[in-house]
């Protein structure tokens, strides 16, 4: 039997809080209510409008690959690496009208696949003395074919072995860092039995602008037993792609003669645009006292360029005309790397369904999902997944997790191609010498090699540890370690295992529930009156916390500076001068012109005692820095570098704050800080 | 392929049916199991996104969010 428990007339519509952590664990007056309320309520979808006290929350997450099979190959580069950081706010405006604000931001580095390529190629070879592969990937070059189009394998001098090698390997380029900023936000409108919501956001990063509206709603049809939730969504994609400078001269770009353009610094840059429409509905259903399931159903057409910019296919091209260089039986092919090609619509439809139920023996909860996706470009997917959150002493809650993933390959996902033609002909005419280009009719309409469209499985475990503080301070720290494997592909028939990666994600998150945080106060002002309370932030000595108590503040700066190099108060330093007296022995060619900061300042004040508060300030820091050419200085081989950003953790600086003295009308406070070098 | 698509498509459909229609609802006042914070759909949204957006970008299936945004994805 269930506990009965009165249910407020205002409760029986459908609440949805999104995290629902216990405000009844500081406001014990209204346990009742706040069981009520959950009580009463069906827990959403994913797609939860807003949470109805409201809450400030604060995120930082860091996601790293960790390094790729080259065959033998040391690479220099870094495995992809992004730092995360989300800041938000839920809460009601008025009675019915509610609000969620979302602010993302990640930064990416790292190296990236460009291409696969057989090892024979050698495409990560060295190109440093210390025997590292450098910037430059080699994505042009020659094969040796058998008469089965094997490639053979060669001394690294072009004098085969008499073996065939048909392994395969990507070959690695290095991704320019790069911050993307998204802001979101959400209004919803809730009735007693349905709710509305009307949300809409940016996503701002160097090469892709993304923008979206977002309208949805949900209907309780049957006293929170069932639940039907809608949702439509359009986006708008605007692709402005800085090709990679260091490939580029390396890259057959026919093809996209209407969508690449050289821009005022000299970059070769793709610009077109994509669309996407998204459709989902679900049904959410209490079965019984300990079980609810959902089923939803969602829909994505996209349209336009929907290709990625920095990936290449290498095509082997067997020139009729050089076969004296094949061996005997065999062929001679030169490589030439082609912008990747897909078709110009994808439809994607899911069918997913969760399982949520109670287990009375340890009182937690399991979370079983399974979603099978399917679309027009061939790929297949599977999706498994388990949680059991855990409740434990102290307000902690454990949730274990595992995760498999199996998908099958697009129709047009090939490692590489070979094309029985040259791949420039030379034509003597009237007109004099012209070269012609190959037939690209005689390629596929559509190639890519990116591992995304591969077929292979995933598995991915991890957990959550959830502790609720008092005054609705919410904490949680997720650990997840990914495995990427072509022959964990469901049934087999997966890519081989050079495309195999690990990864890891670390998170953590930081909430303030705004209702109990309020209730606490009211309980304690009586502190209110205390020296320093009511200072601003950021005025250093001035918040001596009351025993137990805590502060959380949040700045967030920004800063711009121009590149002029100054001389010590004396002028500047011109081009010239920097050529002539900074560039020696090396030569440099590039200047800063313009550079930007956004860091974003966390203080967390805790006082174990009524004369001692401890603080903790970590801090994200993201630059990004504007170049230009210097004059007279030496010019790049490649496509100029225009921008170059990065972000991720600044340092951590600790603190401690004491009353030494006090006496009637005056303290003396003593405070110690010291910065450690995280950053 | 046609005939598994179909058959995915009615099997997923009788579930729906039969989670929806076989079952006569709970009363609101014996639900304290399902109140906990743990039982929630999404009990922590904010980890769940981040896992989402990372399985987006290096994943080719279906979106699990029902937005758009999210970027490129590019590399």
Request: hydrophobic fraction near 35%.
């Amino acid at each position: 039997m269930g506990e009965a428990v009165a249910v407020p007339e205002r409760s029986v519509g459908i609440a949805r809080s999104a995290c629902a952590y216990p405000v009844a664990s500081v406001r014990p007056s209204s346990t009742l209510q706040a069981l009520s309320r959950a009580a009463v309520a069906l827990p959403m979808l994913a797609s939860s409008v807003y949470a109805e006290d409201g809450d400030v929350h604060f995120q930082y997450g860091r996601y790293r690959e960790g390094d790729r099979d080259l065959a033998g190959v040391d690479s220099d580069y870094d495995p992809i690496q992004v730092d995360f950081l989300q800041a938000g706010a839920r809460g009601t405006l008025f009675d019915r009208i509610s609000f969620s604000f979302d602010y993302l931001q990640d930064t990416w580095s790292g190296a990236t696949p460009i291409s696969i390529a057989p090892v024979q190629l050698r495409g990560n070879r060295p190109t440093n003395p210390d025997g590292m592969s450098g910037a430059t990937p080699y994505v042009n070059g020659e094969l040796f074919l058998d008469g089965d189009l094997q490639v053979l394998e060669t001394d690294g001098f072009g004098n085969l072995t008499g073996e065939v090698d048909d392994e395969l390997v990507h070959t690695i380029a290095g991704a320019s860092p790069e911050t993307r900023r998204q802001v979101q936000l959400e209004l919803g409108y809730d009735w007693t039995r349905a709710a509305l919501r009307l949300g809409g956001g940016v996503s701002v990063e160097r090469d892709y602008l993304s923008g979206y509206v977002d309208l949805g709603g949900s209907l309780d049809l049957d006293r929170g037993n069932t639940v039907v939730d809608l949702a439509l969504s359009f986006t708008q994609n605007e692709i402005d792609a800085t090709l990679d400078h260091d490939a580029v001269p390396y890259i057959d770009t026919g093809g996209y003669e209407d969508e690449i353009h050289r821009d005022d610094v000299g970059n070769l840059t793709l610009k077109d645009t994509s669309r996407d429409l998204r459709a989902s509905a679900g049904v959410t259903r209490i079965l019984d006292e300990r079980t609810l399931v959902v089923a939803s159903a969602r829909y994505i057409h996209s349209s336009g360029y929907l290709e990625n910019p920095y990936k290449v296919v290498q095509v082997a091209f067997i020139d009729p005309s050089q076969q004296f260089l094949a061996p005997p039986g065999g062929y001679y092919a030169n490589v030439h790397a082609l912008l990747e090609r897909r078709p110009d619509h994808r439809n994607q439809v899911s069918l997913s369904t969760r399982l949520v139920r109670y287990l009375d023996w340890t009182g937690a909860s399991l979370h079983l999902g399974y979603a099978f996706g399917w679309d027009d470009w061939d790929v297949r997917s599977h999706t498994l997944d388990l949680e059991i959150g855990q409740p434990l002493p102290w307000s902690f809650t454990i949730t274990p997790r595992l995760r498999y993933y199996s998908q099958s390959e697009a129709d047009f996902y090939r490692s590489y191609l070979v094309s029985e033609q040259a791949y420039q002909t030379v034509e003597i005419g009237p007109g004099g010498v012209t070269l012609r280009p190959y037939d690209r009719s005689l390629l596929p309409n559509h190639f890519s090699s990116d591992h995304r469209l591969s077929a292979y499985g995933s598995l991915a475990a991890g957990a959550t540890l959830a502790k609720d503080l008092e005054r609705g301070v919410h904490l949680e720290l997720s650990f997840e370690y990914y495995l990427h494997r072509g022959d964990y592909r469901l049934g087999g028939g997966g890519e081989a295992s050079f495309a195999d990666y690990d990864a890891w994600t670390l998170s953590g998150v930081f909430k303030v529930d705004l209702a109990a945080l309020a209730n606490a106060r009211v309980r304690s002002r009586q502190h209110a009156h205390r020296a320093g309370a009511a200072a601003p932030q950021g005025v250093m000595g001035a918040h001596l916390l009351p025993e137990s108590g805590f502060m959380f503040g949040y700045r967030a700066i920004y800063g711009v500076r121009d590149g002029d190099m100054g001389r010590g108060g004396r002028g500047f330093v011109g081009d010239a001068e920097l050529v002539a007296r900074a560039c020696r022995p090396n030569t440099c060619g590039k200047v800063p012109e313009e550079m930007q900061e956004h860091r974003h300042v966390f203080e967390l004040m805790y006082a174990p005692t009524s004369w001692l508060t401890l603080a903790v300030m970590p801090q994200y820091v993201d630059k990004e820095m504007k170049l230009r050419q210097l004059d007279g200085g030496a010019v790049d081989d490649h496509a100029p570098h225009q921008r170059h950003g990065n972000g991720g953790l600044g340092d951590l600086r600790l603190s401690a704050l004491g009353r030494v003295l006090s006496f009637e009308g005056h303290e003396l406070r003593v405070g110690l800080g010291l910065s450690a070098p995280t950053g | 392929m046609r005939r598994r698509r179909n058959g995915l498509v009615a099997a997923f459909v009788a579930a729906l049916s039969f989670a929806t229609a076989a079952c006569a609802g709970v009363e609101p006042w014996r639900r304290s199991r399902l109140a906990p914070p743990h039982m929630a759909l999404d009990a922590c949204p904010e980890n769940r996104r981040l896992r989402e957006h990372v399985y987006e970008s290096r994943e080719g299936t279906v979106p699990a969010e029902r937005r758009g945004g999210g970027g490129c994805g590019c590399t």
